[in-house]
């Protein structure tokens, strides 16, 4: 067993800037990214992330073919359409003029599946608690996330999608859960605050809503 | 604006080393640790995690109760006990063997949280994957457990109890839907290898078993 790397203040410091810089990208410059940079980031994702039973259950589909991205889009935008109906007024012109996914100019698109239905893990910690997999792909795409940050690479995790139509798109093993998709690129700009939060959606609330004692 | 920082190699080489090293704790120094670090990693958890709609979900709970904790020790009794029934052999000699939770020693308890009705982000993101809300909160555990590594300290995410019951428990709203119970505390060792690769439980996969294309 080697011994533990120090995490020094600066370190710490800079951890803190890299939560505080990692943003959900909607905005992407189209130039392509290095094939490298994306397995690597990948290869981070896929090793390093938290799993229940070091179960890895993270699958993550490089989608290249521009039928499937095409479809996706216009997916993406069927919902989007819908989605909007549950707002009125002034909630609803701002929900419309809102950019919530950057399909079009995002270089790499990636959907990422949990696969319920491992074997890989034997079952342990999830008895009680099945949804655990799903949290765990959840983690990976964090993980993913963080380190493309750290690379200068914008992630934007897009939930406005059937995720049944996706999966089916991807023609993957039923099993495979649809988690999100990822639109990865150059982002256009970094910015520390949250997009929905500098567009007027939705302020960051204090820390009393989120921490309690029992 | 403010020019976002730059990430340089140094510093990815060492957010690698914080991946590799962020373990699953299990073994913990009874020592109390400073409230004010607690609260520190608990900040960054709270005000830096993604979340769909920045509706910010998640629930953290210091469960300080020593009723409450004993509680909860025996309900994971019981149920780690249930799942050894899931093995035969071999497997269940091993499954009987590991430690999987530092209840008895990790002087801080917290019972984590996904508020399903939060108002807040008002539903974006969510309308055909709700289940996002409960991404985001473990998105924020997860953000904890590497902050908390950055500062020294271990986390255990313990998911072998009844989420039922834990949640009846805490006295929390019905609407707040359990995710897991973190042990943590300063661990008693540091590992680069997840426990339970060390324990032979289960290998790490290789790259092709998590990364396809269409």
Not at 7 to 24: N, Q
Not at 67 to 96: M, T
Not at 129 to 141: C, D, F, G, H, R
Request: hydrophobic content about 40%; aromatic content about 12%; glycine content about 6%.
């Amino acid at each position: 067993m080697s011994t533990a790397p120090d995490f020094d203040e600066a370190f710490k410091d800079k951890l803190e800037d890299l939560f505080r810089w990692r943003r959900d990208v909607r905005k992407f410059k189209t130039d392509p990214l290095p094939v490298d940079l994306v397995d690597k980031i990948l290869s981070i994702a896929c090793v390093y992330s938290p799993s229940v039973g070091n179960s890895q259950p993270w699958r993550f589909v490089k989608v290249n073919d521009p039928k499937r991205r095409a479809a996706v889009k216009e997916n993406f935008e069927i919902q989007n359409r819908e989605a909007l109906d549950n707002y009125q007024g002034e909630k609803a012109k701002l929900y419309a003029s809102l950019k919530l996914a950057g399909l079009d100019q995002a270089p790499v698109h990636i959907a990422v599946f949990a696969d319920t239905q491992t074997e890989r893990g034997a079952g342990l910690g999830q008895s009680t608690m099945p949804e655990t997999l799903k949290y765990s792909a959840a983690n990976a795409i964090y993980t993913f996330w963080l380190a493309a940050r750290a690379y200068g690479v914008g992630v934007g995790w897009v939930s406005i999608v059937d995720p049944k139509m996706v999966a089916d798109l991807m023609d993957t093993p039923p099993e495979w859960e649809f988690m999100g998709y990822l639109c990865v690129g150059y982002p256009e700009e970094e910015n520390q605050t949250p997009e929905l939060v500098r567009h007027g959606w939705q302020e960051r609330g204090e820390l009393e809503a989120f921490i309690f004692e029992r």
